[in-house]
């Protein structure tokens, strides 16, 4: 193993809180009687409906096509029957449209499994399944997998990086899955390599996974697998493209460049998981790991969700609340987004739902800032959270755009870190918004 590293600008050290549910193995949920599916799930352009009302859907069947080179194709997780496509809110606030389905319980039911031998299959029949079988990046930012794996000509792959940091707090899904299916996520691995054509692969997970790295480092060793695990210190936002890359390989991303601008390739643990999955067993992303824990949660757990499932189901599979919650996340409490209507459906980049307590969400009370100056140390971007929200308050989005506000992630590291608990995160969207209407 080699030796414990991390990057140097900036982050935090939000209580993680993972202690909740990292013992609780994965466990596969029924399918409801009922489920929504989105045809918005990834970055870019929502997928376009090839299914109408009343028409019969076989699970795994494509029912919506990707609109664009940034987008991806949507597929049925049930047989059943379409009842209506409509529009609803997604956590993020978006409007999309939805296929609502009625679950043919009996045709869903899973079956044999196909086998393929992906060291027989070329690279490029390798992308083209996961581009056909709908795989997106699950950590988040449900960037489409198959773009990612396109390396641009005149670039070069030399490094697979596997993003098993899982910084946001409760969060454990990857931690799960590094446990319960090491191999596959190793096997998937070696799979993007070939895909990209890179010699090296390197895991970095943070030292709170003592169990993961072991395990991983056991079945490396025993299939002699040519890939490193690179053990982190613990600091959020590690899980980000930019902080991983300069924590493991020591490479950094500039400003408007991507990861392969530096020769690098990163996929999360939970995609490299569904990239084995569509490889192996022709498996579009119709279900995932999703985390489910909060103060206001009963039993929290880790849970195998069929997508389209509505929250408020997997709530009753954790025994429901065990008080109101304060407040309702998709996703991490650092970047997740907060929602109120639990019939909103479980997604591909869903990778936990959070029911925070009072105390868990307590924010404090608004105040001016006091010019402290910890945000911009906090700022794992370089920016200066304090002059962009000001700027942005007084709408000088020019001014702003002018400092760099695209580079802000909206890992939150600012307003966590904010004595006068500013809105710093909800400013810097607020601003890119305004600046791309004006543009
Ligand atoms: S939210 Fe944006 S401005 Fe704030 S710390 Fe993160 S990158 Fe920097
Ligand atoms: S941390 Fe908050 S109070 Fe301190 S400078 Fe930044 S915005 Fe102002």
Redesign the pocket.
């Known amino acids: 193993m080699r030796k414990i590293s991390t990057f140097s600008k900036?982050g935090v050290h939000p209580a993680d809180r993972k202690d909740l549910t990292c013992t609780k193995e994965i466990v596969r949920l029924p399918i409801p009687e009922i489920i929504t599916v989105p045809f918005s799930q990834h970055l870019g352009v929502p997928a376009i409906p090839n299914v109408k009302k009343g028409d019969a859907v076989e699970r795994g069947q494509k029912i919506g096509d990707a609109a664009g080179f940034i987008s991806a194709d949507i597929h049925s997780p049930v047989a059943g029957k379409v009842l209506e496509i409509k529009e609803l809110f997604l956590p993020n606030g978006m409007k999309a449209k939805a296929a609502v389905i009625e679950v043919d319980q009996e045709r869903s039911a899973l079956t044999g499994k196909i086998e393929n031998d992906w060291t027989q299959m070329d690279p490029q029949e390798m992308v083209a399944k996961v581009k056909d079988l709908g795989i997106v990046g699950m950590g988040g930012a449900t960037f489409p997998a198959n773009v990612k794996f396109t390396v641009p000509k005149g670039k070069k792959a030399e490094y697979v990086v596997i993003n098993g940091v899982e910084c946001e707090p409760y969060l454990t899904s990857d931690h799960r899955l590094m446990l319960e299916k090491g191999d596959k996520i190793l096997q998937g691995s070696m799979m993007i390599a070939k895909m990209v054509d890179a010699k090296k692969i390197i895991i970095g997970i943070e030292k709170n996974k003592p169990d993961a790295m072991d395990n991983l480092e056991r079945l490396i060793e025993q299939n002699s697998y040519p890939i490193e695990i690179q053990p982190l210190k613990l600091k959020y936002?590690q899980g980000d493209e930019k902080q991983l890359l300069k924590a493991t390989i020591g490479k950094e991303i500039q400003s408007g460049t991507l990861p392969i601008d530096i020769g690098a390739v990163v996929s999360n643990v939970g995609s490299t998981f569904a990239v084995y999955e569509a490889i192996t067993n022709d498996k579009p992303l119709i279900e995932r790991v999703v985390t489910v824990s909060g103060g206001a949660i009963k039993n929290p757990g880790n849970f195998l969700v069929t997508i389209g499932t509505p929250i408020q189901t997997i709530i009753d599979a954790c025994d429901g609340f065990s008080e109101t919650p304060d407040k309702m996340i998709a996703g991490g409490p650092m970047m997740g987004f907060g929602f109120y209507d639990l019939q909103t459906p479980v997604m591909k980049g869903t990778s936990g739902v959070l029911a925070l307590t009072k105390k868990e969400s307590i924010k404090g009370e608004q105040s001016a800032c006091i010019s402290c100056g910890r945000?911009v140390q906090?700022?794992?971007?370089g920016?200066q959270?304090t002059k962009?929200y000001k700027n942005i308050k007084k709408a000088n989005y020019d001014t702003a755009m002018a400092m760099n506000l695209l580079?802000?992630?909206?890992?939150?590291?600012?307003?966590f870190i904010c004595p006068a608990k500013l809105p710093?995160?909800q400013s810097?969207r607020l601003g890119k918004r305004m600046s791309r209407k004006k543009k």
């Open positions: 900036g936002p945000c906090a700022c794992p971007m920016l959270p962009l580079d802000c992630k909206e890992c939150g590291c600012c307003a710093l995160v810097m």
